[in-house]
């Protein structure tokens, strides 16, 4: 059986290999970049930061959460909007962004929160290679592109404790920041879509030639 070829996912092949050296301390920006569907757990990311209020300065962490609903999603998006009202924490919606590259090296911490596993996760592997630390649920496509501790940090699927713990983590230590920040951006390599389609050419002349073309 063939191994698994990623797709591209925007990609350059000449990605960072470390994290920016001036990263500040505070506030740590964190930005969840997808469609604003249920599934995707935008709600999850403001259910973990409500956790963090009691010991967290309101001044500590910013949000972005970026991207468009849905048709049928109006009303989860009135859900998020009331959710971030209730924080301390400044909380900022954009639409969909087709500047993503820009959108990346403004904030400090990409955050993945799906529910239901991913069958790859292009997001994680643009944020990886523009050296942030990310944050992303266990299970599907997150477990081939993280190794937990090493290039990011895993959380439990619809589980803001876990999620909360991983962004306290974060921004108690900024040192493990830069380090995860810059393995993860060395691991992108893997992925860059000069990579990606190199594989999936080998492995269409695979399939034809196995097929007698």
Known sequence: MSAPVFSPSGTPADVVTQAPDDL????????????????????????????????????????????????GSEAYVERLRSAAAALPFVVVFLPHQLDVDTLLTQHDVLVHASIRPEPFGQVIVQGLSHGLPVLASRGGGPNELI???????????????????SISLLLKQPATRKLLGTAGARAAASFSDTTCVSLLDAELVQVMTSNGR
């Open 147 to 165: 190794r937990d501790g090493e290039t990011g940090l895993l959380h439990e699927p619809g589980d803001p404790r876990s999620l909360a713990a």
């Open 24 to 71: 500040p301390d505070i506030p740590l920006r964190l930005l969840s970049l997808s469609r604003v569907v249920e599934w995707k757990g935008i709600h999850v990311i403001l259910e973990a930061l409500s956790l963090l209020t009691a010991d967290t300065s309101s001044s500590s962490i910013e949000l972005t959460i970026a991207g468009d609903a849905l048709m």
